[in-house]
């Protein structure tokens, strides 16, 4: 009987020890994992916020106190579209029948400031690692926002550029760029509703320009 017990302690002894040396190899590669996931989600936000700015700089060109006609106007908004939705966008479009001489310092027609991928789609991208990851729920809950933000920019834009009159074409081009703000976020808020991209950004470790 003693012997017995000693033999099932043992086989207990071995059995936990295995486990635990399980744990050891298994662990640092779990760890790299996440690691990796936590990275690619940085490296998507982080490109999501430098081509919301450069949407944003579109909309802010296109609403100033320089503008001088709806038709500049709609060549801005295209560009802030073609920013947000990048090439693979039904939205991107070489709007043939704007000139070149609004602004001589683009190669093509309208043109597209942006790296072509796309501001919306790096969020996408940025938030589905996020989840994979588990990131806290209050990040995952900003990048919702600012998905949701940028997603009803696409519509307006579009409205912009494609409506009649130049009302129509400055009240949707104002509605965008205020959706747009509000995808980027505020920097210093505490609240993923009002930080959205750069509430996600903060609570990652990296920082949203102002």
Partial sequence: ????????????????????????????????????????????????????????????????????????IRVHMQRALNILGGKDSPEYADSSEYTDKLHPRFNEKVGNPGDGHGALLYMEEAYETLKASNAPASVQEAMEYAIMHASMVEEHAHESVHGTGIRQTHEHAAHAAALLVGAYGKADSDSPATGALSYAMKQTGLKASK
């Avoid at 662990?27 to 990275?39: D, H, L, M, Q, Y």
């Avoid at 916020?49 to 100033?64: M, N, P």
Wanted: without cysteine; aromatic residues 2%.
């Fill in 1 to 72: 009987m003693i012997e017995r017990v000693g033999r099932v302690k043992l086989g207990l002894m071995v059995g936990t020890l295995g486990i635990l040396a399980l744990g050891w190899t298994v662990s640092p590669g779990v760890a790299s994992t996440e690691k990796n996931i936590n990275e690619r989600a940085k490296v998507n936000l982080q490109k999501a916020h430098d081509q919301l700015k450069l949407a944003i700089d579109q909309t802010e060109k296109a609403l100033g106190s320089s503008r001088r006609s709806s038709g500049s």
